[in-house]
Structures are given as C-alpha cells and as structure tokens.
C-alpha cells in the first residue's frame, strides 16, 4: 500500500460553489491500530494544520519505507465551510455563519443507534464487541441522510473516525499554553503518554465524558456510554481520544509545527502505528485535573483588557491575573478593575492584551487540582 490521497465533496449550498476536503491515507485500509488526526474544525485555528503539515511528508517517507503497521487516516484542515468565512478582512472559523452553531458542537452522539442495531448481540466477549460496535457505528453514519454542507461534514468525518483506536483533534485557544482536554477513564491511560510525548502544560478531563457533544467528546464517549447501558457487557475503552489546543492562534512557526510533528509521531510510534523505538516518554509536565477544578475567570463589565500574568504562570488564589479598564473614568488607577484567580493552579490560556471586554466574557483559564464549588460542566469554554 501507499500513501492515498482523497478529496470529499460537500453538497453545494448557492448556486456556482462547492467545496471540498482532502483526506490522506497511509498503511493499510483495516489494519490496527488505526489513528485519525484532523486539524482546524474551529477553521481559523491553524497551529495544528501546521502540525500536521510537517508531520505528513514523515508519514510519506514512513511509507516508503514500510514502517507503518497500521492505518493512519489526517486531515490537514477539516472544515472547508469555516475555512470559508471571510468577512471584512477577517476570517471567522469558530461558527457557522448559516446556523451559527459552534462547528465543534452537535456532533453524533451513535450510542443509540448502535444499541439498536447490535445492544442485544453484546456479550462477554471484549473483541467482538468492539468489531461489532464499530460496524453498527458506521453503518449507522451511512443510513443518515444529511441535508445539507454541515451535516454532510458531520457525517463523512465520523465515518473516517469512528472506527479509530486513536481520535487526535487538533485545535488552540486565542493565547495559551499547550493543553489537552481528555476523559477522566483515558488517565493515566493512553492519555498520560500523550500529555507526557505532546508536552502539554495541562491537562483537563471530563468526568466521566464531556456532556457537550464535542468531536473527540463523542468519538471516546461512545464507548463510555455503551459500556454504561449495557452494564453485563464486556465493553472496553477502544478509542483513545484527545483535543489538543496547541496554544494560540498566532503560534504558527516552522520551529514549533517541526517539533509537534515529531511529538506526534513518537506517540504514533509509542501506540504501535509506526515500527521503530518511542524510547521512554518525555518527563510529565503536569498531572490532569478536573475540568471541575478549571477556574474561569469572566468580564466583570467592559472595557480594555490588560494581563499582569504570562500564559503558563502558576497563580495563587486570589491573585489578580488581569484588569478591565474604563476608558471612560478620569480617575486613573480608580478606573481599573481587577480579576482575581479563585483557585493556585496553572494559568493555561487568556486573551491578549489590548482586547475590548464585555459582560460575561471569559478572560482566562486556571487549571487547578481542587475542585470548585462554583464550577460546572463544559461552561467557560466560549461556546
Ligand atoms: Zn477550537
């Protein structure tokens, strides 16, 4: 076999356009473990594209040389409607500007319709039921009748992922530190060598899975909840996915792409999709904590945005990470209004300076071991 290259067309949505996206093959169709990486489904985010840009000529000469052992399927940049949305000079990826749903949101959750289709045939047997699970999940995907761009996306990726013992979304925050968002089942897990080869500053799970439908969320929560539904059944833990925010939207350098590209590989070499030595995982930067324990900090009213802490800094409750100003108020230092940590933890990702605040908008993002009282569920992660 070698590298294969496939472009997936979407449905035309106005009369003289259609678009499209690539799809890159590499080891055998079947073989396992199988991996699945995409990049930029929020369409302006592009250090993972970068990433991956990098990281495709090393699979191709892996190929060549026939170190791949199972099947890795990339998707350099995944979302062709975002990628699309130009206004005014400015790109807008995060939001479908026909639905305005958030394009990482409202993906298939398929535990339904694969405990339609196969609930009652699931056993004691562990690998059966992933083989069995997984041709209901994608049998599944090609009953639906999609009826437009999006829903078609929607549905063809599934179809490359969800049969992946490996779901790696790529994405990044606005001015951040490398951070992954994982399930709480995958730690230590696969996860803990994926933090540990990535270099991730954070980590943050879900307990025991994302509520939002998020794309990696329901690529492993699918085995999560069979497993929940269907308590007699030998259902294991079969895909390992993560989201990977790789900083910020301006961190796009070669330097950086080269050296996630080679994190990424060793981690494919490390789970056995590529032949060769992983050697022992990087030291661990940090433990995960719960997204429970995740300290949102919000706009208070509006104003200029300024930070008095870096992207990675560790904070202590109570310290004031950034301040809002009224520009407005004669009064000087009056004028200012400070944000303060509510929990000691990392300081994974703020906005830049310089940005307008308003009411409720998130300023930045700790990472704290505790859990809080005044945390909930996915919330503060700018839906
Ligand atoms: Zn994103």
Redesign the pocket.
């Known amino acids: 076999m070698s590298h294969s290259r496939k472009r997936i067309a979407l449905p035309s949505m106005t009369p003289g356009t259609g678009r499209s996206f690539a799809v890159h093959r590499f080891g055998k169709a079947g073989a396992r473990p199988k991996a699945y990486l995409q990049a ?3 369409a302006n ?1 592009l250090p993972g594209a970068m990433a991956l840009h990098h990281l495709l000529p090393m699979l191709v000469e892996a190929e060549r040389r026939g170190r791949i052992k199972g099947e890795i399927v990339v998707v350099p940049v995944v979302n062709p409607i975002g990628l699309s949305q130009l206004v005014g000079n400015n790109h807008l990826g ?1 939001y479908d500007f026909l639905g305005r749903d958030n ?2 949101r409202n993906w298939h959750d398929l535990s339904d319709a694969v405990a339609k289709r196969v609930g009652g045939r699931l056993g004691r047997n562990a690998g059966e039921n992933v083989a069995l699970i997984r041709q209901a999940a994608l049998a599944a995907l090609t009953a639906m009748k999609p009826s437009n761009e999006l829903q078609t996306l929607r549905a063809e990726v599934m179809k490359l992922s969800v049969d992946a013992d490996v779901v790696l ?1 790529l ?3 606005m001015h951040a530190v490398l951070h992954l968002f994982i399930s709480r089942r995958d730690w230590p897990g696969g996860a803990q060598a994926l933090a540990a080869d990535l270099g991730a500053q954070a980590t943050l799970y879900n307990d025991p899975y994302p509520d939002a439908l998020t794309f990696s969320g329901v690529n492993g929560a699918l085995w999560a909840r069979l497993a929940e539904r269907f308590p007699k059944a030998n259902i294991p833990r079969a895909c390992l996915s993560a ?1 990977v ?1 790789y900083r910020g939207q301006h961190d796009v350098t070669h330097a950086l792409g080269e050296s996630d590209a080679k994190n990424l590989y060793r981690f494919l070499v490390r789970r056995g999709l590529i032949s060769g030595r992983a050697g022992k995982p990087p030291r661990l930067k940090a433990e995960a904590t719960p997204i429970g324990g995740m300290d949102v900090g919000y706009s208070p009213k509006s104003g200029i945005l300024t930070y008095h802490l870096e992207r990675g800094a560790r904070v202590r409750k109570g310290e004031a990470v950034c301040e809002v100003i009224d520009p407005m108020d004669a009064r000087g230092p009056k004028a200012r209004t400070q944000v303060i940590a509510r929990t000691d933890g990392i300081l994974f990702s703020r906005k830049p300076n310089g940005r307008l605040a308003w009411p409720g908008m998130v300023l930045f993002r700790i990472a704290g071991a505790k859990r809080l009282a005044h945390r909930k569920g996915m919330s503060g992660l700018d839906d």
């Open positions: 930029a489904i929020h985010e995060r394009f990482n979304d994405h990044c925050d989201t925010e």
